[in-house]
């Protein structure tokens, strides 16, 4: 690709700077690139810093939050732009479905008012137009009674409702670039289903790039082309979602696949039965370990592996493919699976 | 079952009154006559639609809202007939993990007094070092440092949060635990810890859960008994895998076919174009005589759209509120393949 | 609790950013200049009201005919009005006066008015209802005309003029406070408290007040301002302190007949209201900025902004 990618992020790091104490990275080394219609998945730990990797693209991150790196929207620095310039960026260049829901909307304001209100600001239309695509939207986001549940306010939604309000608000002006932070979290899975369609058909007819954080790897196969996995604020793994899911390389990749829960066709859930996990927790931001971050939970970890931190390798056919570990096999002919897809059509 | 369920919920009922301004409308029925009963030391899933009721209902069973109609009976007792004395004494044995885990902690608090908050209905509230060892050891065993407890919400990651709200909702020691989406902002690794936990709770404490979950794939791996709520009201409810594996309702069976799964990369192929408006009637006003899913099931026949199907016992412990019910026992009587065919 | 249970291993918790958000005090001042300059002006003007109580270059109240409508640099710094007393004397006698009776008069306002606003709040139906028509009715009354009425109810001076003052506040913070605390019982931490068996008492002490703290301080700083002006517009029509008694009000009532020779007498009390209400109302704008968290960070956001805190233009004279 000669051309310009829509997103590039080199060697981004996040450290929050606490008044009266030690600095705390949170993200370190996090390097990615996005063209015009392309989907990234994002997994990882709680607290891994997905979140804060999105605020940093959206530039709200914390104010006790310093960025160093680069992110880079169609060639343009955003980490030094001024806030003034960021209001013509955020909703219409990169627009951000928010975790919280209940943070992103105004307690205090109609639910269709603050629809309109992105449309007004961008568009410049009339309320009244702006109004009818809100309702519209409402509509699309499958809010039943759309008309009437306009003039509700948030705390007279369900969880699940003020999450699709808030996906309403991103998807009204159609951005280039669409953050969706754990979307569909509080959503029945046919509503989920239907969402990550609207979300698909913006990526196929207008070429929007989706960076689409979940911890739903079902989600993520479902609609990311491209998966990173993050752990302790670093990328340990990335690569095709496919090649991710059926053979992945990190310890910690592996440990994840193996803690989904699943349901298990005829199995009954016999009393004891419990479900895989990963031994220990995530070391605290402020006292990470030397050496490779996973070490300390990895079931593969060797001395070598508590000395340096690992390098990011990249492998694959193509090259397509990267991880850090020490350990992970990198040669193993990716299993020729040419159509991998679908194997249950639904 | 010889023994009294541990909780009882008989012909719920809740309104919310319209709102006024934009064109008075009628009030909006979020739960419909919905009874279940939950055994002592069982979990309870409570799958559905989203806005279907489910919040509603938890906040009931917690006596935080009093029903339109209806009533709930824990341990023996109308929750809705007891002094206020008496029920707050009462509390200590239920509690609740919210949905939204940035709404339900005070930002102005610091941890260990949102942890420590439930510890108020006891009668002898324990000293501040005891009340101090307590919610370190209730963070540790949701897996947060102790460290936790003098730092505040903003500080904390979603997941994180709702560490510390399971922490809450533990504290007391409860009989019943209503975890409202509970799992749902975990990472996998971390979710799996939490529903050990339940496991664990239910194993050696007899703790019982209504576990309100989007997330199918938990509520198989750690559910006796589920529910299926659809527009307010239970459309099926049965053993977690015999439901799961043989679905008696339209819906349950939808429910079951749009779940992803990690086996199916990529958008599904396109499907006969889906309708993109308003396939839903209303939610609201006068009860309508029809069946709620009426609109979007493959199996509607002209009677579903002019009666509307109670709950009625299938085989003994299922239940179903489908007029095709048979049709769709028969459809599939062999345990659902994920390919099979779905035609009525 | 089992500590046995599957999670018990560490961490995880973020030991980092103890001292919570706010930035550290000498960076504040940098970052925020009006703040600065509106937290400067007010503690100067206390400074000087507090020191006229103990020292003032002249007794305001002595009269020297003889050197009556002096220059400033004259005689004094100021110079001297038609009686010959002290123009800076007066104006620092004034401060005291000007600012006991604003500040009296807010924290009365905010007392009453919070508490009608939060018990609003909690016992929303008929109370919140009477509570809130009670403060319209209250507010459609002019301070001037409240001002008058109770004047010949309690008599001329200070009480009357605080509780004149304190009335027309009181709906102001109660409407501040209702609509603010109605957003924060809403929220689920109080179903999670109200779970937790505490009553509406204590969930609005240990709950809604913490979380209402801002928008009322906010609301307090502009108060003050237009507290001043009020009180200043009181004892210009000669309500408010009885005659000796040096207000800035009354000097600037004074200065008129004087305009063409004298106006210094007029422009020195005039700079002084205008300087103390800039002031409250930079710090209260300044400490709206601070202390919204998340102000700094998250601009441009519809964030769950509490309503603005409502500034009626009335009451100035
Ligand atoms: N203001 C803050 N001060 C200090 N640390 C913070 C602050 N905000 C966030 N953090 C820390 O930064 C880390 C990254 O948080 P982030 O919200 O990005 O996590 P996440 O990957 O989105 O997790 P989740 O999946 O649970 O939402 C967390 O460990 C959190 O504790
Ligand atoms: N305070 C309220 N006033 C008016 N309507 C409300 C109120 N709270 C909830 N509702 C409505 O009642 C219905 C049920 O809401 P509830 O929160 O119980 O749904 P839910 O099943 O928990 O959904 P989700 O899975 O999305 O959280 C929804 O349609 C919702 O909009
Ligand atoms: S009653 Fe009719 S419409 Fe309703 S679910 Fe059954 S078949 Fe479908
Ligand atoms: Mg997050
Ligand atoms: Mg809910």
Redesign the pocket.
């Known amino acids: 690709m000669t051309t310009m990618p829509l997103l590039q992020i080199d060697n981004l790091s996040v450290t ?1 700077m ?1 008044p009266g104490a030690a600095p ?1 990275p ?1 993200l370190s080394d996090v390097s990615l690139t996005l063209d015009k219609g392309a989907t990234l998945g994002i997994v ?1 730990e ?8 999105s605020l940093a693209i959206m530039g709200l991150l ?1 104010p ?1 939050a310093r960025a160093a790196g680069t992110i880079a929207l169609n060639g343009r620095q955003l980490l030094t732009l001024p806030e003034s310039a960021w209001c013509r960026i955020r909703g219409r260049r990169i627009g951000m479905i928010f ?1 919280e829901p209940m943070t992103a909307l105004n307690p205090a304001m109609r639910i269709g008012d603050q629809i309109a209100e992105g449309i007004i600001w961008h568009r410049g239309v009339a309320r009244a137009v702006a109004r009818r695509a809100a309702i519209d939207l409402l509509d699309q986001v499958r809010i039943p009674d759309a008309k009437r549940r306009a003039a509700s306010y948030p705390h007279e939604m369900s969880g699940g409702q003020r999450q699709r309000v808030g996906i309403a608000i991103a998807l009204a002006l159609q951005p280039d670039l669409m953050i969706a932070d ?1 979307p569909t979290t509080a959503l029945d899975v046919t509503v989920q289903a239907e969402i990550l369609d609207i979300l698909d058909e913006l990526v196929r007819e207008r070429g929007m790039a989706l960076i689409i954080i979940s ?1 739903d790897l079902g989600v993520i196969a479902r609609a990311a082309h491209r998966t990173i996995v993050m752990y302790a604020g670093t990328g340990m793994e990335a690569g095709p979602t496919v090649a991710l899911l059926r053979d992945p390389r990190h310890p910690y990749t592996t440990g994840l696949l193996a803690a989904m829960p699943r349901r298990r066709p005829g199995v009954g859930s016999g009393p004891g039965s419990r479900l895989a996990t990963i031994p220990g927790t995530v070391p605290g ?1 402020a006292d990470m370990p030397a050496g490779c971050r996973f070490a300390g939970r990895c079931a593969r970890q060797t001395g070598a592996c508590r000395e340096a931190t690992p390098a990011w390798r990249l492998f694959g056919s193509d090259g397509g493919r990267g991880v850090r570990c020490l350990h992970a096999q990198l040669d193993a002919a990716e299993p020729d699976r040419p159509e991998p897809d679908r194997v249950m059509p639904l | 079952m010889t023994a009294a369920p541990l909780l009882e919920i008989r012909g719920m009922t809740h309104d919310y009154a319209g709102r006024a301004g934009f064109g008075r409308g009628p009030a909006l029925r979020a739960l419909d006559n919905v009874s279940l009963s939950i055994d002592a030391g069982t979990i309870f899933g409570l799958v559905g639609e989203s806005g279907c009721g489910k919040s509603t209902l938890a906040r009931l069973v917690m006596a935080l809202d009093r029903p339109s109609a209806g009533t709930v009976r824990f341990d023996g007792e109308d929750l809705f007939a007891l002094s206020a004395a008496a029920l707050k004494r009462k509390r200590r044995a239920f509690q609740m993990v919210f949905q939204d885990p940035f709404g339900s902690l005070d930002p102005r608090q610091t941890v260990e007094r949102i942890v420590a908050e439930p510890l108020h209905v006891l009668e002898t509230r324990p000293s501040r070092d005891e009340q101090r060892e307590r919610v370190a050891a209730m963070l540790d065993s949701v897996g947060l440092h102790r460290d936790a407890a003098t730092l505040y919400p ?7 949060r709702q560490r510390i709200a399971i922490a809450r909702a533990l504290i007391t020691e409860p009989r019943l635990v209503v975890a409202d989406e509970a799992v749902s ?1 975990l ?1 996998l690794s971390v979710q799996a810890q939490v529903l050990n936990l339940l496991l664990d709770l239910r194993e050696t404490r007899g703790v019982t859960f209504l576990f309100i979950s989007h997330n199918l794939g938990a509520v198989d791996c750690i559910a006796d008994r589920i529910g299926v709520m659809y527009r307010g009201r239970l459309v099926e409810s049965g053993p977690a895998h015999a439901v799961f594996e043989h679905p008696h309702h339209p819906y349950t069976r939808l429910l079951l076919e749009a779940e992803p799964d990690i086996a199916r990369i990529g958008p599904p192929p396109h499907r006969s174009q889906p309708q993109t408006r308003s396939l839903s009637p209303p939610a609201v006003g006068v009860p309508s005589p029809a069946c709620a899913f009426a609109p979007r099931c493959p199996l509607v026949t002209d009677r579903c759209r002019i009666e509307r199907p109670e709950l009625r016992t299938l085989v003994p412990g299922r239940d179903v509120a489908c007029h095709h019910a048979e049709t769709m026992r028969a459809a599939f009587s062999r345990p659902t393949q994920p390919d099979a065919e779905f035609v009525p | 609790m089992p500590r046995s249970a599957a999670l018990s291993e560490p961490a995880a918790g ?1 030991a ?2 103890r001292a919570g ?1 706010r930035a550290p005090a000498s960076r504040v001042w940098l970052r925020h200049p009006p703040l600065a300059l509106g937290a400067l002006i007010t503690v100067a003007l206390a400074a000087i009201a507090l020191l006229s109580l103990v020292w003032t270059p002249v007794s305001p109240a002595r009269m020297q005919i003889a050197f009556r409508l002096q220059a400033p640099l004259a005689r004094g710094l100021l110079g001297t009005d038609q009686f010959g007393r002290d123009v800076l004397s007066m104006l620092m006698a004034g401060a005291w006066n000007s600012l006991s009776i604003a500040a009296s008069a807010v924290a009365i306002g905010t007392a009453i008015g919070t508490l009608a606003g939060v018990a609003g709040a909690a016992r929303r139906g008929l109370i919140e209802a009477a509570l809130m028509r009670g403060c319209d009715v209250l507010f459609a009354v002019p301070p001037i005309l409240s001002a008058m009425m109770l004047d010949a109810f309690l008599g001329p001076g200070r009480r009357g003029a605080i509780v004149a003052i304190a009335v027309f506040m009181v709906p102001v913070f109660a409407r501040v406070t209702g609509s603010a605390a109605r957003q924060i019982w809403a929220r689920d931490y109080i179903l999670a408290a109200r779970g937790a068996g505490k009553g509406a008492t204590l969930i609005t002490i240990e709950h809604v007040l913490p979380n209402i703290a801002n928008p009322i301080i906010v609301q307090v700083a502009i108060q003050l301002g237009l507290a001043i002006l009020t009180e200043a517009g009181l004892s210009f029509l000669g309500l408010g302190m009885p005659p000796p008694t040096p207000t800035w009000g009354r000097m600037l009532a004074d200065a008129q007949t004087y305009l063409g020779v004298a106006p210094w007498l007029a422009i020195v009390p005039g700079c002084a209201i205008v300087v103390t209400v800039l002031g409250f109302n930079l710090l209260g704008d300044g400490l709206r900025d601070l202390l919204d968290p998340r102000a700094g960070g998250r601009r441009g956001l519809s964030l769950p902004a509490l309503e603005p805190p409502q500034t009626p233009d009335r009451g100035a004279p």
């Not at chain 1, 709680?46 to 990797?53: D, F, Q, T, V």
């Open positions: 929050m606490p705390v949170i990882g709680s607290g891994s810093g997905k979140s804060m990797l914390p006790t975790q754990e911890h931001f | 903003h500080q904390f990651s979603g997941g994180q902002a990472d | 973020r980092a950013d958000h």
